[in-house]
C-alpha cells in the first residue's frame, strides 16, 4: 500500500512521513472490507494524480457528496468537472495519516490527515497542503463506491 513513506522530495519541504496503519481499525485490520476500501482510496489518489475521470466515475457513488477544501459541498459532476479542468490534480505520493478504519452497517469509514501537493490549474500548486478527511465507502453493484467525503485544509505551505 502507498499509505507508506513519503519520498524525500515532500520531507525537504516539511511533510512528515505516513503512518503505515490506522491507530484503531473495527473490526481488524485484515478485515476484507477494510481492506478492499484502502484499496480503492489508493486507486482514487492515482486517478486524481493521473486526471483519470473514468476510473474516479468508477469509484464515486452516483450520489457521492464531497464538503471540499474548496469551502463548499460539491457533487459527483462538480467533483469530476475539476478534475477534468486540472483544478483537482495531485504529484508525488499519497501520504495519508490514517487514524480510524472502521466498519459501521454496510459502511466502511477512514478518518485522519492527508498531505498532498496539488498541480495543474489548483490554487495551491506546487505547495504542501495538509487537511482533515473522513471518507465514508458503500457496496454497490459488486464494488466499493465513495458515497460521503469531507476534507478541510489545515495547513498550506
Given at each position: 500500500?502507498?499509505?507508506?513513506?513519503?519520498?524525500?522530495?515532500?520531507?525537504?519541504?516539511?511533510?512528515?512521513?505516513s503512518l503505515a496503519h490506522a491507530q484503531r481499525y473495527d473490526p481488524a485490520?485484515?478485515?476484507?472490507?477494510?481492506?478492499?476500501?484502502?484499496?480503492?482510496?489508493?486507486?482514487?489518489?492515482?486517478?486524481?494524480?493521473?486526471?483519470?475521470?473514468?476510473?474516479?466515475?468508477?469509484?464515486?457513488?452516483?450520489?457521492?457528496?464531497?464538503?471540499?477544501?474548496?469551502?463548499?459541498?460539491?457533487?459527483?459532476?462538480?467533483?469530476?468537472?475539476?478534475?477534468?479542468?486540472?483544478?483537482?490534480?495531485?504529484?508525488?505520493?499519497?501520504?495519508?495519516?490514517?487514524?480510524?478504519?472502521?466498519?459501521?452497517?454496510?459502511?466502511?469509514?477512514?478518518?485522519?490527515?492527508?498531505?498532498?501537493?496539488?498541480?495543474?490549474?489548483?490554487?495551491?500548486?506546487?505547495?504542501?497542503?495538509?487537511?482533515?478527511?473522513?471518507?465514508?465507502?458503500?457496496?454497490?453493484?459488486?464494488?466499493?463506491?465513495?458515497?460521503?467525503?469531507?476534507?478541510?485544509?489545515?495547513?498550506?505551505?
Open positions: 500500500m502507498r499509505l507508506a513513506v513519503l519520498g524525500a522530495a515532500l520531507l525537504s519541504l516539511g511533510a512528515a512521513p485490520p485484515d478485515d476484507p472490507r477494510i481492506v478492499a476500501v484502502l484499496e480503492q482510496r489508493e486507486r482514487q489518489f492515482a486517478a486524481f494524480k493521473t486526471g483519470d475521470v473514468a476510473a474516479l466515475e468508477a469509484i464515486f457513488a452516483p450520489d457521492v457528496l464531497v464538503n471540499a477544501p474548496v469551502d463548499r459541498v460539491v457533487d459527483r459532476v462538480e467533483v469530476l468537472g475539476r478534475v477534468h479542468a486540472r483544478q483537482s490534480r495531485f504529484e508525488g505520493e499519497d501520504v495519508t495519516h490514517l487514524e480510524v478504519a472502521a466498519v459501521r452497517g454496510d459502511l466502511v469509514v477512514l478518518m485522519g490527515e492527508e498531505v498532498v501537493q496539488p498541480t495543474g490549474a489548483n490554487p495551491h500548486a506546487g505547495r504542501i497542503v495538509r487537511r482533515r478527511f473522513t471518507d465514508v465507502w458503500r457496496m454497490s453493484d459488486g464494488a466499493w463506491r465513495l458515497i460521503a467525503r469531507q476534507a478541510t485544509n489545515v495547513s498550506v505551505k
